[in-house]
């Protein structure tokens, strides 16, 4: 057991402790206040005459009185009670969120680490294979072509990052124009299936099939899509990318023959930081960033992106999109 893991358990014995020392303390106060009620009223009951024709009246409005202030002593008993359990919920949810935050942050940054080290350790040792061996025309290109794939690979990883704390600052601006959405993701596929030759990417792309936004951000959102087909698909089992257009709205699907993803992790993948968390896809690249930034980036286009099985193994994301028809 970790010394982090330590002192958090003592934290938050010392959270339970404490709450309920208060709680202890207010039944205390209830239990000491009302018995001082009680003693105050017979003592003024003890006060009065028998003799006097109004005794009774008088000993019926201490009692009143009496009553009125346990319930009084009851109700100020709840509200302290409720105030007390509702501020321990709230800082019990708001510690256990800061720690799945900073467990995420410590997983992210483990991934990035990795992410960035790996690229840059096979671009340098192609590079030095380079300078200090004579190979021939074929091995040369050869190198080239993995040492331009591991740079693509972190320059994408870099863009994620800045574009993540980007729109998390809200300083990114989104522009706002009409982009050929058929060239862009047919430009896309081109580009993976010359990084991954050994990988089959089909594509069955409708042209001419236009949207607004921003198309940097939308080159991201298909690529992102793309990449994780990629990572979680083994090499020979086809990954099909479809674009086609249904009445006002364009359909962009991603599909996969991979593992697949359970019905509960379905619901977090669009998290940040979240990765699939089963053996066989925890090994695969990633920092947890594309899923999320793909959502992010749907929803700034007023799109709907979702995921489903693909039968019988498999995924199939699906990105919903307003088409621009307007004559040009």
Known sequence: ???????????????????????????????????????????????????????????????????????????EGITFFLLIAAGAVFVFRAVRRQLKHSQDQQHFMMALTHELKTPISVAKLNLETLQKRKLDEQQQQRLLQITLQETNRLNALCNNMLLSSQIEAGGYRITNEETNFSELVSSCVHDFINRFPQHSIRSSVKEELFVQGDRLLLQMLVNNLIDNAIKYSPKELPINVTLAEDGTKIILQVKDEGKGISTEEKRKIFNKFYRVGNPATKAAKGTGLGLYLSKKIAQQHNANISVTDNIPTGSIFTVVLNSFTEKR
């Open 1 to 75: 057991m970790s010394d982090k893991i330590k002192k958090l358990r003592f934290i938050f014995f010392i959270y339970w402790f404490l709450l309920a020392y208060m709680l202890a303390a207010l039944v205390w106060w209830f239990i000491a206040l009302n018995r001082q009620n009680q003693q105050m009223t017979k003592y003024e009951i003890e006060q009065l005459s028998p003799a006097n024709p109004d005794y009774q009246a008088e000993a019926e409005k201490f009692r009143l009185l009496e009553k009125r202030k346990s319930a009084q002593y009851i109700g």
